[in-house]
């Protein structure tokens, strides 16, 4: 049996150490994809250990910093409001686990995932990587079942990052404020109103269960931990959507009922006409992110039933 172990770790390690040998040179060449939307994770990061609470935490994919003006609830609901949402390519466990390792007592968390991410996985291994770098706060967000993929995607980041050797390292994304939302003023630049290659299927039979799941999981875990979690649908352009509005309408009834947190903006409000849309479906220009905020703020004044949050303290 002895032996039988000793030959098991042997094979173990003739495979953990030229892989670890290989992300160690993968990680060691100079990263110039520092200025990707991505890689704002790693401002998001440091945004969760600093801000001061009592705190409102946007997540999303890239909707939540487009569609959201972090300064405007800070001052409307008299609270630090942050926004770590990147890509949502990142995937909906990266997002949970961040917000599971960083979250305090008293914050109020509105998730507002993508369609991509009620529908399917979603997840971009190699843009895990360009997110994380050698950030080791990032690091440990990263989900222990993401590891297999990071292993199958090294070669096309080692690709990437030698592409961009010549780009030069980029810092935080300028598009970003400090308080991790997009505060550059943005106009719409899709000429048909909407993305025509990136069709939007809002029906039922679509939704990705696992998902849902892992929210209510996750928010049973911050309930006991003394975090609020809410749920918003994120901004969608309603000129990309293909499914009926009697499907669309039954897929939102499908995700409120499946979820056991509040839906405290509803699909009916996410989305919005093509007027409001910047580059993509999901990216709202800086008047449609002043809508969606008032009704982000709305929405929270309505479940948090106050005005402020240090109201809501004071009231526990």
């Known amino acids: 049996m002895a032996r039988y172990l000793k030959k098991m770790l042997a094979m173990a390690l003739a495979v953990a150490l030229p892989f670890a ?10 990263d110039h994809r520092g200025g990707s939307i991505a890689a704002t994770i790693r401002y998001k990061a440091d945004l969760m250990q600093t801000a001061e609470g009592p705190r409102v935490i946007f997540a999303g994919g890239s909707s939540s910093p487009y569609g959201t003006i972090c300064a405007e609830v800070a001052q409307q609901l008299d609270c630090n409001a942050i926004c770590v949402g990147a890509t949502a390519y990142l995937g909906l466990p990266f997002y949970l686990q961040m917000l599971e390792t960083y979250a305090e007592e008293g914050d109020v968390i509105v998730l507002a995932p993508e369609h991509s991410l009620l529908t399917g996985e979603a997840v971009d291994y190699s843009l895990v990587w360009e997110g994380a770098g ?15 993929g990071l292993f199958s995607s090294t070669a096309e980041y080692f690709k990437l990052k ?19 939302d997009v505060t550059l ?25 696992e998902n849902l799941e892992r929210i209510n ?30 499907k669309t309408q039954a897929f939102a009834q499908a995700v409120g009922d499946a979820l056991e947190i509040p ?20 990216h ?33």
């Open 217 to 246: 999981r996750f928010a049973k875990k911050m309930s006991r931990r003394g975090v609020t979690v809410l749920f918003a649908f994120a901004p969608t352009d309603r000129l990309a959507v293909v499914s009926s509005g009697e």
């Open 185 to 209: 003023h943005r106009e719409p630049l899709l000429a048909s109103g909407y993305m025509e290659g990136d069709p939007i299927d809002l029906s039922p039979e679509r939704i990705y269960a």
């Open 263 to 282: 839906v405290m903006l509803p699909l009916s409000k996410a989305l919005m006409g093509g007027e409001y849309f910047y580059d993509s479906n999901n």
């Open 162 to 180: 030698l592409e961009a050797l010549s780009s030069g390292a980029g810092g935080y994304n300028e598009a970003f404020g400090p308080l991790g």
């Open 21 to 30: 040998l290989w992300v160690g040179i993968l990680l060691a060449i100079p």
């Open 134 to 148: 050698r950030d080791p706060d990032v690091w440990r967000c990263v989900p222990a079942s993401y590891l297999p």
């Open 284 to 316: 709202l220009t800086t008047e449609g992110a002043q809508i969606n905020t008032q009704n982000l703020i709305a929405g929270l004044r309505e479940q948090l039933g106050v005005q402020t949050l240090p109201e809501r303290a004071q009231a526990e």
